[in-house]
């Protein structure tokens, strides 16, 4: 059967065509996997969700909107998943609101196992980061505290802050390319500070 138009695949799975889910999965799966992923950085938890998000589709199909695309509710299901996982696990770090969805619409532009590189790639050379960069890096642009918050969690200036997140863009900048100038951009947004001021700062 034809199920490459919305409206078509919808009326399909509202009348409980397994060949139009089947469809579905292979269809969006890897691409829900990746936006998963990019939410919560934990292989087995992400598995989870896409996995929970099928489900859900198939006990609501009769009640899909065929007016409504299926690729934004299976991403709007995607990421209330992650919010409910995270209400249960404090430890999954919430990531800003903008980057969420910023990185909707990277994953829905691109192939799954581009979009895996790409972070897995970003997230190793957080991991490289100097501790201290990183530890700034993580709180301001993945836990989304201010550098006010931090300078006073640290325990230093919101300068030496500022430093550090400087800082970890250059060395990030240095070591992924410019190939990751964008990705990183769409990631974490663009350091506000000067470029250059407070670098002597950091130690």
């Not at 060949?19 to 579905?24: K, P, V, Y």
């Not at 300068?159 to 990631?187: C, D, N, P, Q, W």
Request: proline content about 2%; overall charge neutral; aromatic content about 10%.
């Amino acid at each position: 059967m034809d199920f490459e138009t919305n409206t078509k695949l919808i009326d399909a799975l509202r009348k409980g065509n397994e060949n139009a889910f089947t469809h579905l999965v292979d269809l969006y799966h890897n691409r829900l996997q990746a936006y998963a992923m990019g939410l919560i950085d934990d292989h087995a938890k992400a598995q989870d969700i896409v996995q929970a998000v099928f489900i859900k589709t198939w006990e609501f199909r009769k009640k899909l909107d065929d007016k409504y695309p299926i690729k934004s509710f299976l991403y709007k299901l995607v990421y209330n998943e992650f919010i409910n996982l995270y209400k249960k696990d404090k430890g999954v770090i919430l990531l800003e609101q903008k980057y969420i969805e910023t990185l909707s619409e990277v994953v829905e532009e691109l192939d799954a196992p581009l979009i895996n590189q790409l972070i897995s790639k970003v997230t190793q050379e957080i991991k490289n980061l100097p501790p201290k960069c990183q530890a700034i890096f993580v709180m301001s642009k993945k836990e989304g505290l201010t550098n006010k918050e931090i300078s006073e969690y640290m325990e230093v200036s919101v300068k030496t802050v500022e430093a550090h997140i400087t800082k970890a863009f250059e060395i990030l900048r240095e070591k992924l390319g410019e190939e990751y100038s964008s990705f990183l951009f769409l990631l974490f947004g663009k350091f506000q500070g000067n470029p250059v001021h407070g670098l002597s700062a950091v130690k």
